[in-house]
């Protein structure tokens, strides 16, 4: 078993010895007091619990920059004055309660909590803030675009979550910060009275979001007395390691990547090749892409945060709608081989990918081989074998090198990947090894 697999069970154990610490801050065992670091595990484990079921949730770039509609680096990459680009503020007045578009959508695909900008990089605040007027609540919007946005979330039951970039290409200390001390007081504070009126005016918040931590160190950033002061506000939030401390949970951005020792993780990605609206790019990804990513990430015990670019309207652009409709039909049929997943180690197939629960192996095929599916080196036994978007049983036939799933459409029967699910005898393992050196050879 390597190091960084823990079963459910496992993890269940660990919660329940979470909760039982959590209240009564004493060993399990009742004798020597829990050490600080086992508290901290355990309240982790606690706060942590519904994003780790939770597996899939909605990212948004919303903010200036889709005026422009060229990705969310447009006033950097293009050179923009601040002045110049400040007159976006004045244009950026999207319709009422465009979030709630965004959130009946992300809970038809199947996602369970959402993240939104709060501040990018551009430093326009969508929420209202006393310490500038470049701000949605004192510009051309009129009104709080991030109440908008935790109001539409909770209507739909999703955890809400905050993006907020520490980098600030507008304000006049952003860069200066790194070499003059008394530049970086200024901006500290200001970045830390953001945060506070985030976590302090809106609610329960779920997920905490940094983003880009330039030009600053963890220590510049005073970025303990931030998570703390955090923390303080919101007991039960989780944050990620952006701020450049490790955390609740890992960031792999574009690409799909487990963390060793069970360390939390969240692959964030794109639809197309940009966060913020950017109008001409038409470089999607399928549907069928984004769930085979979706199951790469439940596979390996990771969530998928994915990416929608509203326009400054906030409506959401056809493609991105029509990829996660297709998404979320794909998940009212499969999503239990999505949700609530340990992670799995057999993972060799070139045309199926894999999940487990349990001892119950999801067989993921998304390229069709036709009416037989076979799986090399399963070394456990299969016991049955169910086709999940029908019900339907598959029979099966196993020896010690190959389980042979048989008698199956020549059509694929679900689209874009069909889900096999077969329960094994114990936790399913794959030895691919085993087959190449112990099937029996021919003579020459
Ligand atoms: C990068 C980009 C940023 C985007 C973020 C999402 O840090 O700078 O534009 O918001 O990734 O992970």
């Not at 939770?54 to 006033?75: D, K, P, T």
């Not at 007027?133 to 510009?139: D, L, S």
């Not at 067989?363 to 076979?374: D, E, I, L, Q, R």
Request: hydrophobic share 35%; proline share 5%; with cysteine.
């Amino acid at each position: 078993m390597k190091p960084n697999h823990m079963s459910r069970r496992d993890y269940l154990k660990l919660l329940g010895a979470a909760a039982a610490v959590s209240s009564s801050a004493v060993s399990i065992d009742g004798e020597a007091p829990t050490s600080p670091a086992t508290q901290q595990n355990a309240d982790r484990l606690n706060r942590m619990r519904w994003w780790r079921e939770a597996g899939f949730g909605m990212f948004i770039h919303w903010g200036l920059y889709s005026v422009l509609g060229r990705h969310e680096w447009v006033m950097e990459n293009e050179g923009a004055p601040v002045a110049e680009y400040a007159l976006l503020a004045k244009q950026f007045n999207p319709k009422p309660n465009a979030a709630r578009e965004w959130a009946k959508l992300a809970r038809r695909a199947g996602q369970k909590y959402m993240v939104m900008t709060t501040k990018h990089h551009e430093g326009f605040c969508m929420f209202d803030t006393r310490t500038t007027g470049f701000c949605a609540t004192k510009q051309a919007a009129g009104r709080d675009l991030v109440k908008e946005y935790v109001d539409a979330a909770r209507a739909e039951g999703l955890r809400v979550g905050f993006y907020y970039s520490l980098m600030d290409w507008r304000h006049p200390d952003g860069a200066r910060c790194a070499e003059d001390e008394a530049a970086r007081k200024r901006f500290v504070e200001y970045i830390h009275t953001h945060i506070r009126e985030l976590m302090t005016n809106y609610g329960k918040i779920d997920v905490l979001w940094y983003d880009v931590a330039w030009p600053l160190d963890a220590r510049g950033w005073e970025s303990e007395k931030m998570n703390e002061m955090v923390f303080r506000l919101q007991p039960e939030i989780i944050v990620n390691n952006r701020n450049k401390l490790p955390g609740d949970f890992s960031t792999p951005e574009q690409r799909i990547q487990a963390e060793d020792g069970g360390r939390a993780w969240e692959s964030c990605m794109t639809m197309n090749g940009s966060w913020g609206y950017h109008r001409s790019d038409d470089d999607w990804k399928t549907p069928k892409t984004i769930i085979r990513n979706l199951i790469s990430c439940a596979r390996d015990g990771g969530n998928y945060l994915l990416n929608i670019g509203p326009r400054p309207d906030g409506s959401i652009p056809g493609e991105s709608v029509r990829i996660l409709s297709a998404v979320g039909q794909w998940m009212d049929k499969n999503g239990q081989s999505i949700y609530t997943t340990d992670r799995c180690q057999p993972r060799h197939s070139d045309y199926a990918s894999f999940t487990r629960k349990g001892n119950r192996l999801y067989a993921h095929v998304y390229f069709w081989p036709g009416s037989t599916v076979a799986i090399a080196g399963l070394r456990t036994r299969a016991k049955s074998a169910t086709l999940l978007a029908t019900g339907r049983n598959v029979e099966f036939t196993q020896d010690e090198f190959r389980l042979r799933l048989t008698g199956l459409p020549e059509k694929a029967p679900d689209d874009p990947v069909t889900t096999i699910a077969v329960e094994c005898e114990s936790e399913p393992r794959q030895d691919n090894i085993f087959v190449r050196k112990e099937r029996k050879r021919a003579q020459v």
